[in-house]
């Protein structure tokens, strides 16, 4: 959006006449307010552009507020009929209405409501299971389930579309992180550690005191996860942050002369609470550039030179099998950059980890590729081969092909191109259905893989088109 002073109307006048009349409209009373008016745009626009949030929220209203205020402002503006005081009032209210416009498209944006809405099921979710159980004095539901409820809405949230604006880049940011944290506090809740803690009171003078930490970690782990999803009224993170840094001092402060195993299981409740600790560092998430303006990041950057490099093989075997040389097999390379984005830091970053993930089904959907056509090519069908057999590898046949069709797709899921794909692997699947192995383990075992290669390929076909972005 561009706020820069706008040019006052050219007339054709003599050139002394001109700067007359420049230097008279600059001083001019309406043009000393608008200059103004431009100067508070300047001001606002960073934080109209910066804003995430609904319209509900009192930022939101405030700007909307001071925005609106401007425009009055503007209207007010008495250019006695001259054509460059019209001229700069026009580009003042332009200015401040295109912020207005800003400021309520990305507000109402059907992403940001999407964004708001998985929040909502996600803070629905955790509240009946942990919060509202633990408030009454019960137990909170946590168990794989859960977890698995909280990944699916990462998912969900990686996949919200945000066109490139900051806006939708920080209020999807914000949510994940925050979705991610709650994630990883209530992951470190299921029963997956097989220790027996806490110890029994008796076993030494200490551990009864190491107890009592431990039960009041147990609720300050409640009640993080309801401030991270928004659920707590009046708990803040500066002073859960105070709670669990007392009971770290008390914990240091313990003696345990010199035993190990009370000294170890002291050790595990302090790395439980640094493990708390380190979510409450949220407020700030979301404003650093890099984090969520992922196109400038490190990790990503490195990812994209991967993404191209997995291009550049897979048109060069896609031409080479057209050409019927299946000499070209970079399998090798390809493994060597599966190993390379196995070693990018994601950061614990969700979109760069969904970034990560996609990357790496692309190299996998080529290495496939190339093993099928080498087994397609390998396969020597003796005399005794049974009927069920051959028609699993018939299939498998056709799937090669149609896999070599999804590699080189680059359109979009309403092109007859890919309808027609869809529907030919689709065929494919049902055509495996139809095999009946007759008892047969190997054949079995080779229709349960064609059918995992059909899927594989479908999965791939609809990744390649679902429009992500990060």
């Not at 940011?173 to 944290?181: D, E, M």
């Amino acid at each position: 959006m561009d706020h820069g002073v706008p040019q006052q109307q050219q007339h054709h006048h003599h050139p002394a006449e001109q700067q007359h009349a420049a230097q008279h409209a600059a001083q001019h009373p309406a043009m000393t307010r608008l200059y103004e008016v431009h100067r508070e745009v300047a001001s606002l626009g960073p934080q109209v552009c910066n804003f995430s949030g609904l319209q509900a929220e009192r930022d939101y209203k405030r700007l909307e507020r001071e925005l609106t205020a401007l425009l009055h402002a503007v209207d007010r503006v008495d250019t006695e009929g001259r054509a460059e005081l019209q001229v700069a009032r026009k580009r003042a209210a332009q200015e401040v209405e295109g912020l207005l416009r800003y400021l309520e498209e990305n507000a109402t944006h059907p992403s940001r409501a999407a964004i708001e809405e998985l929040s909502e099921e996600a803070r629905r979710l955790v509240d009946e299971r942990v919060v509202a159980p633990q408030r009454s004095g019960g137990a909170p539901e946590i168990n794989d389930e859960l977890v698995e409820a909280l990944q699916v809405m990462v998912l969900k949230l990686t996949l919200v579309k945000t066109e490139g604006r900051v806006p939708l880049r920080k209020a999807r940011y914000r949510a994940l992180t925050r979705l991610c944290a709650v994630q990883a506090v209530v992951e470190g809740r299921t029963p997956q550690q097989t220790l027996s803690l806490p110890l029994p009171g008796d076993t030494h003078r200490a551990v009864h005191s190491i107890n009592q930490v431990m039960a009041k970690v147990s609720v300050a782990r409640g009640h993080l996860v309801a401030l991270l999803m928004g659920l707590s009224g009046r708990d803040s993170c500066a002073h859960l942050s105070r709670l669990l840094t007392e009971m770290q001092a008390e914990l240091d402060a313990m003696d345990v002369s010199g035993n190990a195993a009370i000294r170890n299981y002291r050790k595990q409740v302090v790395e439980e609470i640094n493990g708390l600790l380190k979510h409450l560092d949220l407020e700030g998430e979301g404003e650093d550039t890099r984090r969520y303006d992922l196109g400038q990041n490190e990790s990503i950057r490195e990812i994209e030179a991967v993404r191209a490099h997995v291009s550049h093989l897979r048109d060069g075997v896609l031409r080479h099998c057209v050409a019927g040389d299946l000499s070209f097999r970079p399998k090798a390379e390809l493994q060597g950059l599966l190993t390379h984005l196995d070693q990018v830091d994601t950061a614990k970053n969700p979109c760069i980890r969904e970034a990560r993930r996609r990357a790496v089904v692309e190299v996998q959907a080529v290495i496939t590729f190339l093993d099928l056509r080498e087994a397609l090519t390998r396969r020597q069908p003796g005399a005794t081969e049974l009927p069920a057999h051959r028609a699993v590898w018939l299939v498998l046949g056709s799937l090669s092909d149609l896999q070599a069709q999804a590699l080189a797709f680059d359109g979009r899921r309403v092109d007859k191109s890919y309808i027609l794909l869809e529907e030919l692997l689709t065929k494919q699947l049902l055509a495996l259905d139809a095999v009946d192995p007759l008892g047969d383990d190997n054949t079995k075992m080779a229709r349960k893989q064609a059918v995992k290669f059909a899927q594989n390929i479908l999965n791939y076909l609809d990744m390649k088109t679902d429009g992500w972005e990060y």
